[in-house]
């Protein structure tokens, strides 16, 4: 009786064991593929990016705008802001950063487009509305034909227009940004001044292209072009609530601001 019953808890170790890994395996598979082109999607509907996206390759906020060697000379401006930063995570983190999404100011635009948390594009008669589920965010982009005004009051999202070319790529002007945030998590900075556009290309059901220009004369010497990223639906994705609560005793926040801090769920 004990032999049997020491063969039935093997047998059901076994099972357990061989499912785990057979998960393991699965989703490893899957997030290989995340980023390939995928034969079987619908085509994309013409003039529509209504849905939830998520940004392929997001990796927990650290990624910058563009890589150092894309990042164009800066101005004497710039390079003086620069230097002043000091990151609290990524390539040049270090303890005690400046960054000023540790106290809870609002990340702004563009460098929201890196986190790797999904928006929702809304599709209306006159305008596309763009929500971030990053500290519950929101944007207009118009499309009722109007210009960007020629001085607009600085805001941390800017002030956005927007007109189809062809049937499958929405291109976003916008300005009248405030110089307060970080062109991502390394402490680039720009200014008042800093113009951006975007294209975002439906290039089937499933996927969008995006492309950035970023043009500051005040900051760098010539435009900024990001790399090509690419975003994908989540069909039956909902956008949850995730506004930036800051608190002294958040022990997240004391790691990011000092790395030597113990971890008390370790």
Request: aromatic residues 10%.
């Amino acid at each position: 009786m004990r032999n049997r019953s020491h063969r039935l808890v093997r047998y059901l170790l076994a099972s357990l064991a061989a499912v785990f890994l057979f998960s393991i395996a699965a989703h490893a598979q899957s997030g290989s593929q995340q980023g390939a082109p995928n034969a079987q999607a619908a085509p994309a509907s013409k003039r529509d990016l209504s849905g939830v996206w998520q940004l392929v390759g997001g990796d927990g906020g650290a990624q910058p705008i563009a890589p150092d060697e894309a990042m164009l000379p800066m101005t004497p401006w710039a390079k003086a802001r620069f230097d002043a930063q000091k990151p609290g995570y990524g390539v040049r983190g270090a303890a005690g950063g400046n960054d000023p999404i540790l106290q809870c100011d609002p990340i702004g635009f563009p460098r929201i487009m890196l986190m790797p948390t999904p928006n929702e594009l809304v599709q209306m008669p006159n305008r596309v509305l763009q929500f971030w589920e990053r500290e519950h965010e929101w944007r207009a982009i118009w499309t009722d034909g109007r210009t960007l005004p020629k001085d607009p009051d600085p805001s941390w999202y800017g002030y956005a227009i927007g007109h189809w070319e062809a049937d499958d790529t929405f291109v976003v002007e916008s300005t009248g940004f405030n110089d307060k945030t970080w062109l991502g998590p390394t402490g680039y900075p720009h200014s008042e001044e800093m113009r951006i556009v975007e294209r975002y290309r439906r290039v089937d059901h499933d996927t969008l292209s995006y492309d950035m220009t970023i043009t500051d004369p005040v900051a760098y010497t010539k435009p900024v072009v990001t790399p090509h990223r690419v975003m994908k639906l989540r069909p039956a994705g909902e956008l949850s609530e995730q506004p930036c609560v800051w608190s002294q005793e958040n022990e997240f926040a004391k790691r990011i601001r000092n790395p030597a801090t113990p971890n008390p769920a370790k």
